[in-house]
């Protein structure tokens, strides 16, 4: 599957989809961008099970705000509606490779068991009146 345009009107929906998201937010005067693009493109033909989601700032800036996209390129990793990997900086095939190995092979019930936990720690209980995104 090749890449696919993420505008702020698809953004919410397609990290929410099932399995994994992968998003690039970049720019076509930023040269870092330009040289990982192919690579990006690359790993997208290679995953075919895998939303690759190319994101342009200056079109799309709302949606970089709305991100704190302060770098670009920057890649952010979803699986099941979970960010699990936020890193400014172009990365080399080989470690966008590993990177889609480890989100493959994690195990989603234990992070989401996790991420209640960590919630739960804080002392806030969720109930009525409670108006922050979960």
Same mark, same amino acid.
């Given at each position: 599957?090749?890449?696919?345009? @993420?505008? +702020? #009107? !698809? /953004?919410?929906?397609? @990290?929410?989809? %099932? $399995?994994?998201? *992968?998003?690039? /937010?970049?720019?076509?005067?930023?040269?870092?961008?330009?040289?990982?693009?192919?690579? /990006?493109?690359?790993?997208?033909?290679? &995953?075919?099970?895998?939303?690759?989601?190319? @994101?342009?700032?200056?079109? =799309?800036?709302?949606?970089?705000?709305?991100? =704190?996209?302060?770098?670009?390129?920057? *890649?952010?990793?979803?699986?099941? +509606?979970? *960010?699990? /990997?936020? #890193?400014? %900086?172009?990365?080399?095939?080989?470690?966008?490779?590993? *990177?889609?190995? =480890?989100?493959?092979?994690?195990?989603?019930?234990?992070?989401?068991?996790?991420?209640?936990?960590?919630?739960g720690a804080g002392g806030?209980?969720? $109930?009525? %009146?409670? !108006? &922050?995104?979960?």
């Amino acid at each position: 599957m090749a890449t696919v345009e @993420i505008t +702020g #009107e !698809n /953004f919410q929906q397609t @990290i929410e989809k %099932g $399995g994994i998201v *992968l998003l690039d /937010f970049w720019a076509a005067w930023c040269g870092p961008c330009r040289v990982f693009a192919p690579v /990006f493109e690359k790993a997208s033909e290679a &995953h075919a099970d895998i939303v690759f989601g190319k @994101i342009d700032t200056e079109a =799309q800036q709302e949606l970089a705000g709305a991100a =704190q996209i302060q770098a670009i390129p920057t *890649l952010m990793l979803f699986r099941d +509606g979970v *960010l699990l /990997f936020r #890193e400014s %900086g172009a990365l080399p095939a080989a470690a966008l490779e590993e *990177l889609v190995t =480890q989100a493959k092979a994690l195990d989603m019930t234990k992070v989401k068991e996790e991420i209640k936990a960590h919630e739960g720690a804080g002392g806030h209980q969720h $109930g009525p %009146g409670c !108006n &922050h995104d979960h």
